[in-house]
Every structure is written in structure tokens, then in C-alpha cells.
């Protein structure tokens, strides 16, 4: 597991740089249009089956255009899922696979393009684009299929959620690891997923992702099912730690990067104590017992 994981997030590394001018630019003048075709298009699916998007709408000339509408489809999942059992409809597990299906193979053409040119161009390029797009809502649907019980919709939600993730989405995915329902591999999905922001998390993120790494390590035993999720909680902390007085940990949110303020939190903040808090005023260090601040 740890090596899938390993495998599937080798690209995190890029969050660190400015988007390039790779392939895909081309925008089609009737971008509206074209979105209601792909939402027409994933929604064709019946009795467990998937639509898959017609690769004229991800090949090089049209893959930028078409990723906002496929983030779309996902969106209006958001408020469809069943908060109880976690789980999609088979309709809307079907939409869900559609899209990301279709992201998947956007990423793996963009990838071969960069590994002929040496360069990560193309995918960085794709990961902007994502983030132009993409909102707390989107971060859900993901988180959901992170989670998920479908090893496929785990597989997808840990390969683009893994790579797109930011200071301005990460609350989602911390809040699902509060959930005392989730399972094993859902919450080592999204710890890692959690622990690609780590390293330059702003105050607020870096402040919950400690929390939310205490919180999973003290439930933790010594049981030999246990060592996976304690080995990813201490590389979570040892990737908070590698901040330094001089980064972000120190500043809080940007105003254009504050989502997770409006973020509507559904596990975290149920009991006594609110772990998932996002203001400009960090909390006593003794309620979070986390790594130093500098």
C-alpha cells in the first residue's frame, strides 16, 4: 500500500512550481456548450455501467477546456452522498468514474509528453488548470472517493486529489479523518493525501493538519493492522516539521486562498472540542500539543 501511494503521488513534489506554458491551451469559443455535452455524456451511464468521455474532448488541442466541465460533474455531486454510509448512488458512482476516468487519462497523456521532452511542464500545467477550477465542494466529492468502499473511485480520488490539493482545500479531506466511521484504507488514502500540503501549509492548515495527525496517533495501538497508519501519521509530522521560522507555517491564509473559512464542517467540530478552526487566531499550543512553531 505504502508503495501505491508512493507511486501514485510522485508528482506532489510540483506544487512547489509556477505553472508553464505546456499543451492544451487551445479554448474553444463555445465553452458552455461544450460542458453540457460532457454533463450529458457522463450521465449516460445505466445499471452500474460507466460513460467514457470520446477522447476528442481530452486530446491536446481540448483537454484544458474540457477539465473545468469534468470538475463540474463532480461538483454537483457534493450534496448527493450519503453522509452515513459514505457512499454514491450507482448513478452518481457512475458520473463520478466518467470523470475521472477521464481525468486519468489526461494525466497519463501528459505525463508521456513530458517524459519525452524532459520535462514536468504538461503536468503542471494540468494542476494550475485543476485549481483555477476547483473548490472545497470538488475537494468532498474526492475525499468521498478517497474513502470509498470501490477500489477504483479510491484509485482516481488518490491520483488527482493527491496532486491537486491545496492550502485553499485541504480542510476537506481533514475533516473526513475525524469521521469515527471511516475505514482503514480511507483513512490512509487521505492522510496522505493530507500530507502532500504539509510542507507549506499556511498557519490555519498547519495548525489542523497537526491536530488531525495527534488526533489519529493517539487512537493508534501497537497491533501489527495499525502500522501502516502510524508510519503515514509520523511521516505527516516529520513533513510538518520540515517547515522553518521562514515559511509559510508562520502566515496565516492568504485572503484569495480562505475557502476552508466557509468550509461546512461535518465531523471535526461535532463534539466538546472544535479541531477543524479556521481564524486568524491561533489556539492555546496546550489544546493542540503539536510541533514547534519556530
Known amino acids: 500500500m505504502m508503495q501505491q501511494l508512493s507511486k501514485i503521488l ?6 512547489f512550481v509556477l505553472p ?23 450521465a449516460q451511464g445505466s ?9 476528442e474532448y481530452l486530446e491536446i488541442s481540448r483537454w484544458s477546456s474540457s477539465l473545468p466541465c469534468l470538475i463540474d460533474v463532480l461538483r454537483r455531486l457534493a450534496r448527493n452522498i450519503d453522509r452515513e ?6 448513478n452518481d458512482r457512475s458520473r463520478y468514474l466518467s ?3 477521464a481525468m486519468r487519462k489526461v494525466i497519463a497523456m501528459l505525463r508521456a509528453a513530458d517524459k519525452s521532452g524532459n520535462t514536468s511542464t504538461n503536468i503542471i500545467e494540468f494542476i494550475q488548470v ?3 477550477a476547483h473548490d472545497t465542494d470538488v475537494a468532498t466529492v474526492l475525499s468521498f472517493g478517497a474513502r470509498s468502499i470501490d477500489e477504483i473511485m479510491r484509485s482516481d480520488a488518490l491520483l488527482i486529489l493527491g496532486n491537486v490539493i491545496d492550502n485553499k482545500t485541504v480542510c476537506a479531506s481533514i475533516d473526513h479523518l475525524y469521521d469515527p466511521k471511516i475505514s482503514a484504507n480511507g483513512r490512509a488514502n487521505l492522510l496522505a493525501i493530507v500530507s502532500v500540503v504539509a510542507p507549506w501549509a499556511y498557519a490555519e492548515n498547519f495548525d489542523n493538519i497537526c491536530r488531525v495527525s495527534n488526533f489519529i496517533g493517539s487512537k ?3 497491533e501489527p493492522s495499525m502500522q501502516q497508519t502510524k508510519a503515514i501519521v509520523e511521516n505527516v509530522q516529520k513533513r510538518l516539521n520540515s517547515q522553518t521560522a521562514a515559511t509559510n507555517q508562520g502566515v496565516y491564509l492568504p485572503v484569495a486562498e480562505r475557502a476552508c473559512y466557509r468550509y461546512p464542517v461535518e465531523w471535526a467540530n461535532k463534539g466538546p472540542t472544535k ?4 481564524e486568524e487566531r491561533r489556539p492555546s499550543p496546550s489544546l493542540e500539543n503539536c510541533p514547534a512553531r519556530f
Open 10 to 15: 510522485i508528482f506532489v513534489w510540483i506544487m
Open 47 to 55: 445499471k452500474g455501467s460507466v460513460p467514457v468521455i470520446p477522447d
Open 275 to 278: 479541531y477543524l478552526i479556521y
Open 99 to 101: 470523470a475521472t476516468g
Open 220 to 222: 493508534l495501538t501497537n
Open 85 to 90: 454510509t459514505a457512499q454514491f448512488s450507482e
Open 130 to 132: 485543476f485549481r483555477d
Open 20 to 42: 508553464g506554458s505546456g499543451l492544451g491551451t487551445a479554448q474553444p469559443a463555445n465553452q458552455s456548450d461544450q460542458c453540457q455535452v460532457i454533463h450529458n455524456l457522463a
